[in-house]
């Protein structure tokens, strides 16, 4: 019998993703550890290893197919002995997990006035976002059209030729809480090209908008000297140039965060439901700029380590981010997050939250200001902190003790080192 090969589930929340390059091609053989594809998930692409050697003796699912289930047979390899040339079986599509309102193998048929069936390989409706669009704003159920696009996808002359035919949703769901509104279609005579989302882009936008839709965010800024820490920076990296470690200024502030939320544990919180989740170790997540989006790899309990392990750890994290290749556990969780932009130039802004994170820290850039210092004014590098808080589970108060201890161990660095 061959070997089915499914679609595997690259994180602990992966449902589904996209098939983005097969690197083998059917007659080949393949040996356990082999990259056999790329998969695209919402974080990353990242490669898919054989587990079993033989001959690709069929791919079914195209390089480029859009929300491949998890657990879907993508291909088919022969074992020893098989004919790899020999038509493959059929693989039927694995089906979604039960759902209550799935009815028994076993019940009766529905009656001829029952709405069309949903489509075979699940209880996912196949529709274009326009559709669903349109279906949304106008209350009618996809459930009960039949599709004209390819492979009985609905797509918007179906809505249109059921407009007023189609059944509506049922009542009760009237009283659900209505969905974050998707973007406006945008129809233009100006040149343009048309991109495709990446499954990364798509899931940007779904919880960025979840974040500013659902999150009472709350922003504190302070100004701080950096003085004090450039002094420093510069001379830890004259001791460490033999060991070939140079820490930047975002290494330093990441420890400072890390250390002033221990100090303010009351900003290392989630919410989560009717809970308050306290959490007692501080792992910063860290805004890293990659191709096509962009992705948080975390320094866990960054208050405990020190500032070489922070640099080397976070230069690792940021070059494997950018080629694509991190594991799901190094960007998925966190307690907080930092988000510098300074290296661009940008002197003030305000990050969105990162959920179900409560807060996240945005640097800007370091620049010569007029400063007041001893009752005098004098020339300084200032930068500007603004912290954005979950107003739902840290108070204002408590957000503003972290900035002063931030503030405070970045004007002091000798502090973080303790």
Not at 231 to 241: F, I, P, Q, V, W
Not at 244 to 271: F, Q, R, T, Y
Not at 275 to 298: E, F, M, N, Q
Request: aromatic residues 2%; negative net charge.
């Amino acid at each position: 019998m061959p070997i089915e090969l499914k679609m595997p589930a690259l994180s602990p929340t992966m449902e589904e993703g996209t098939l983005a390059k097969w690197l083998v091609k059917e007659g080949d053989t393949v040996a356990s550890g082999d990259i056999l594809a790329e998969i695209e998930t919402d974080k990353a692409t990242m490669e898919f290893e054989a587990v079993d050697e033989g001959t690709i003796a069929k791919i079914l699912i195209p390089e480029g197919t859009d929300e491949v289930k998890v657990g879907t047979v993508i291909a088919l390899i022969a074992g020893e002995g098989e004919d790899a040339s020999a038509p493959a079986p059929k693989a039927d599509p694995v089906p979604a997990p039960p759902r209550a309102d799935t009815p028994r193998a076993d019940a009766p048929p529905p009656p001829a006035s029952t709405p069309a069936p949903k489509p075979s390989g699940g209880d996912r409706v196949k529709a274009s976002p326009l559709a669903r669009r349109l279906a949304t704003q106008q209350g009618i159920d996809l459930a009960g059209l039949a599709g004209s696009g390819p492979g009985g996808r609905i797509v918007k002359a179906d809505l249109e030729s059921a407009a007023g035919k189609a059944p509506a949703r049922p009542a009760e769901a009237a009283s659900a809480p209505a969905p974050a509104a998707a973007p406006a279609l945008v129809e233009t005579d100006i040149p343009h090209e048309e991109v495709k989302l990446s499954n990364m882009r798509k899931t940007i936008a779904r919880r960025l908008t979840e974040a500013k839709q659902t999150i009472p965010h709350i922003y504190l800024t302070v100004d701080i000297r950096l003085d004090a820490l450039l002094k420093l920076r510069g001379e830890l990296n004259k001791g460490l140039e033999s060991r070939g470690v140079k820490l930047s200024v975002n290494d330093m502030l990441i420890k400072a965060l890390a250390v002033s939320l221990i100090e303010v544990p009351e900003c290392n919180v989630s919410i989560s439901d009717d809970h308050l989740l306290k959490y007692s170790r501080v792992d910063i997540s860290v805004a890293v700029s990659i191709p096509g989006g962009l992705i948080t790899p975390i320094i866990a309990s960054a208050d405990g380590k020190s500032l070489s392990a922070i640099s080397k750890e976070m230069a690792d994290l940021a070059g494997r981010a950018k080629e694509g290749k991190l594991q799901p556990q190094e960007y998925q969780g966190g307690t907080a997050s930092i988000s510098n932009m300074g290296m661009m130039g940008i002197s003030h802004f305000s990050a969105v939250i990162n959920p179900p994170q409560g807060m996240i820290m945005a640097i800007g850039a370091g620049e010569k200001r007029p400063y007041v210092i001893d009752d005098s004014l004098q020339i300084a590098t200032v930068m500007s902190a603004t912290g954005s808080f979950d107003h739902r589970a840290i108070d204002g108060a408590d957000g503003a003790r972290l900035m002063q201890a931030f503030k405070r161990l970045v004007e002091s660095p000798l502090g973080m080192l303790a």
